[in-house]
């Protein structure tokens, strides 16, 4: 059951007139559309192996929602989000890079225990590197890689363009797509404290997968704990 959740201040935004914002590691390349947006391409690679990472620079607080619309240009392979992502002692993603094990832009290096990120991640818009979809859209808690929540994919199309909001409260998370909620989840597992602040950032992953993103807005949202109650009953 979706809840509602009001923007309150816009914490950051990027129209994308330059690059700056962004971190690139692992394969492909990010690049700037001359309309005002950022392609992220992801070829020559396969599920598993190094996949065309970008993270957004400034660290985002809990609570908060991230806007922005994409369009997915190929079929050969997935979308990721991440929320959150750190480093288990509070490290910086990219500021405290010598302080973390190195990173090639393998899957394992952001969900391995032995890597030390912990984080939320969700996939989208699910294909193989054939081009087959593969039958869903998950949620995922890391270290661990640890399924929490699932649901239909609602990015299938090539070249349309879609709305996504992912709102984050704590350990309730969600997506909408074109205004619509598409799934989420409630994370009741506390033997580690959950993932709470970090980075916001993509994983393209395939033999050639190709997105565009525009306008990206973070707001602050209001925590909702009646949440935790509603589910309880």
Same mark, same amino acid.
């Given at each position: ?26 394969? %492909? ?7 005002? &947006?950022? !392609? =992220?391409?992801?070829? *020559? +690679?396969?599920?598993?192996? /190094? ?83 593969? %039958? ?7 270290? &661990?890689? !640890? =399924?929490?929540?699932? *649901? +239909?994919?609602?990015?299938? /199309? ?76």
């Amino acid at each position: 059951m979706p809840i509602a959740y009001a923007n309150l201040e816009l914490l950051q935004r990027d129209d994308f007139a330059d690059a700056a914002q962004w971190h690139h590691e692992g394969a %492909g390349e990010i690049k700037l559309l001359p309309e005002g &947006g950022l !392609r =992220l391409h992801c070829f *020559g +690679s396969r599920q598993g192996a /190094e996949g065309c990472m970008a993270f957004f620079r400034p660290t985002l607080p809990d609570h908060i929602a991230i806007e922005y619309d994409i369009i997915v240009h190929s079929h050969g392979g997935l979308v990721i989000n991440y929320l959150a992502i750190r480093g288990l002692q509070g490290e910086d993603l990219i500021a405290d890079l010598a302080k973390l094990p190195p990173r090639t832009g393998i899957m394992a290096d952001y969900y391995a225990n032995r890597t030390g990120l912990q984080s939320y991640h969700i996939s989208f818009s699910r294909f193989d590197d054939d081009g087959r979809h593969t %039958g869903t859209s998950n949620w995922r808690r890391n270290p &661990g890689c !640890r =399924l929490i929540g699932h *649901g +239909s994919d609602p990015c299938k /199309e090539l070249k349309r363009r879609y709305s996504l909001r992912l709102v984050k409260d704590a350990g309730h998370c969600q997506l909408f797509v074109d205004g619509n909620f598409a799934h989420g989840f409630i994370d009741w597992d506390h033997a580690r404290p959950i993932p709470d602040t970090g980075k916001f950032g993509f994983r393209l992953i395939g033999s050639d997968v190709m997105a565009d993103v525009f306008a990206l807005r973070v707001y602050r949202v209001p925590p909702n704990m009646s949440v935790w109650h509603i589910c309880e009953e």
